[in-house]
T-cell receptor, first 115, second 113 residues
Framework: NAGVTQTPKFRILKIGQSMTLQCTQDMNHNYMYWYRQDPGMGLKLIYYSVGAGITDKGEVPNGYNVSRSTTEDFPLRLELAAPSQTSVYFC??????????????FGEGSRLTVL | RKEVEQDPGPFNVPEGATVAFNCTYSNSASQSFFWYRQDCRKEPKLLMSVYSSGNEDGRFTAQLNRASQYISLLIRDSKLSDSATYLCVVNIYGSSNTGKLIFGQGTTLQVKP
């Protein structure tokens, strides 16, 4: 079972470049999330979605955009990359909202470096 | 003050030892609590939920103290394979009721032979 799949796994960007991190899940989960994890830190919620066509900001949304045109896909876009966006990005999904179960299924992560 | 605080460690223990981690949370409205495990350079995975009455899963015991606003994780008979970072996670119900998971920075455990 694929679960949550993220691409790319690694990427180096120059300041000001843009890119999209792809995330897809095959578990038919309604809820999807994007987190970033800086070294030695906990995960910070960037954006989340409760279903196709619905997205909302998390704790650290500045510099990012998302869309949710299908249940399966939840891409994260960086428009003008900055060194502060160097991080590991995790996409996650859940059957119910995090409020109910706390169980998120994570992708393997995308390591992004902005130079 | 951080919403969820953990001692980052590392905790270095010999195989077979018992080790305990604590985690404190600041929001008294927090509704539910979890421990996640994250191996080096891997994604987090749910280890166990934490129930009000305390709960056990094999060698792992989780406890909640709402009055003092902390949760704990006890690992008995540590194995080399327990070496990982343990993330304390707290859920706060949001206005939309989707909840909001707040992750601690994690406590790193190294079990030595």
């Amino acid at each position: 079972n694929a679960g949550v799949t993220q691409t790319p796994k690694f990427r180096i960007l120059k300041i000001g470049q843009s890119m999209t991190l792809q995330c897809t899940q095959d578990m038919n989960h309604n809820y999807m999330y994007w987190y970033r994890q800086d070294p030695g830190m906990g995960l910070k919620l960037i954006y989340y979605s409760v279903g196709a066509g619905i997205t909302d900001k998390g704790e650290v949304p500045n510099g990012y955009n998302v869309s949710r045109s299908t249940t399966e896909d939840f891409p994260l876009r960086l428009e003008l990359a900055a060194p502060s966006q160097t991080s590991v990005y995790f996409c996650a999904s859940s059957q119910q909202g995090a409020a109910n179960t706390g169980e998120l299924f994570f992708g393997e992560g995308s390591r992004l470096t902005v130079l | 003050r951080k919403e969820v605080e953990q001692d980052p460690g590392p905790f270095n223990v010999p195989e077979g030892a018992t080790v305990a981690f604590n985690c404190t949370y600041s929001n008294s409205a927090s509704q539910s609590f979890f421990w996640y495990r994250q191996d080096c350079r891997k994604e987090p995975k749910l280890l166990m939920s934490v129930y009000s009455s305390g709960n056990e899963d094999g060698r792992f015991t989780a406890q909640l103290n709402r009055a003092s606003q902390y949760i704990s994780l006890l690992i008995r008979d540590s194995k080399l394979s327990d070496s990982a970072t343990y993330l304390c996670v707290v859920n706060i119900y949001g206005s939309s009721n989707t909840g909001k998971l707040i992750f601690g920075q994690g406590t790193t455990l190294q079990v030595k032979p």
